[in-house]
C-alpha cells in the first residue's frame, strides 16, 4: 500500500479540496455594450450601475469617444458600496456609436446569486425641471448614480459627486452566475 492510501486509510477525518488559482491582476469579468448615440447628438451620461456587488471587489470601465475629451477612461477602483454606480457625462455629435468595455474584479467575497452588472446611458435632461417632471411622470427610470461632470474629472475628483439623479435612457444587464 502507497503512503497516500495508508494516510487516508488511517485519518477517515482528513479531507482536501481542489482549488484554482486566480490572478488577482486579471479581470474576474470583462465584457462589453454597443452604446447607441442620439440621432441629433448632445449630452449622455455613460456608466455601469452595479448591484449586491461585495465591497471587496473592483470595478473599471471604457468607452472610446469621437475625441480625447469625450473619451472614457475609469480606472480600477473599489467598489464602495453594493450598488456603486459611477456615470460620467460626455457630449456626443449626430449619430455617434460607440463600445463600453467593463471589467469586474472579484475580492475574496462571492457575488451573491442575481448580482449584476449594468451598462446604462442616461441623461440629466435640458433644464432644472426635467428630472422632476420625470419624478412625477416615470419614476421607475431614475437612478441614483456617482456622477462625473467630464472624464477629466475622474482624475480631478476621484469621488465624483456622491448621489445625482438621472434618467436611465438605455441598459444592459449582465447577471453573475456561479
Not at 492510501?5 to 482536501?16: C, D, E, K, M, R
Not at 461585495?54 to 480600477?76: K, L
Request: aromatic letters at 10%.
Amino acid at each position: 500500500m502507497n503512503d497516500m492510501a495508508n494516510f487516508i486509510l488511517t485519518h477517515p477525518n482528513v479531507g482536501w479540496k481542489n482549488t484554482i488559482e486566480v490572478d488577482a491582476t486579471q479581470p474576474t469579468i470583462e465584457n462589453y455594450a454597443t452604446i447607441y448615440g442620439a440621432e441629433n447628438g448632445g449630452l449622455l451620461n455613460i456608466g455601469v450601475q452595479c448591484q449586491n456587488l461585495p465591497t471587496d471587489g473592483e470595478i473599471e470601465f471604457s468607452v472610446p469617444g469621437p475625441d480625447a475629451q469625450n473619451t472614457i477612461i475609469f480606472p480600477r477602483q473599489a467598489i464602495p458600496n453594493p450598488n456603486f454606480a459611477p456615470t460620467v457625462q460626455v457630449r456626443w455629435p449626430d449619430n455617434f456609436d460607440s463600445t463600453i468595455t467593463f471589467k469586474y474584479y472579484k475580492g475574496k467575497t462571492d457575488p451573491p446569486d442575481g448580482a449584476n452588472i449594468i451598462p446604462i446611458v442616461g441623461t440629466n435632461g435640458t433644464g432644472a425641471d426635467f428630472i422632476e417632471h420625470v419624478k412625477r411622470v416615470a419614476p421607475q427610470y431614475l437612478a441614483d448614480v456617482n456622477y462625473y461632470a467630464s472624464p477629466a474629472e475622474i482624475h480631478s475628483n476621484p469621488q465624483g459627486i456622491p448621489i445625482k439623479k438621472i434618467m436611465i435612457v438605455g441598459s444592459v444587464p449582465f447577471e453573475l452566475k456561479k
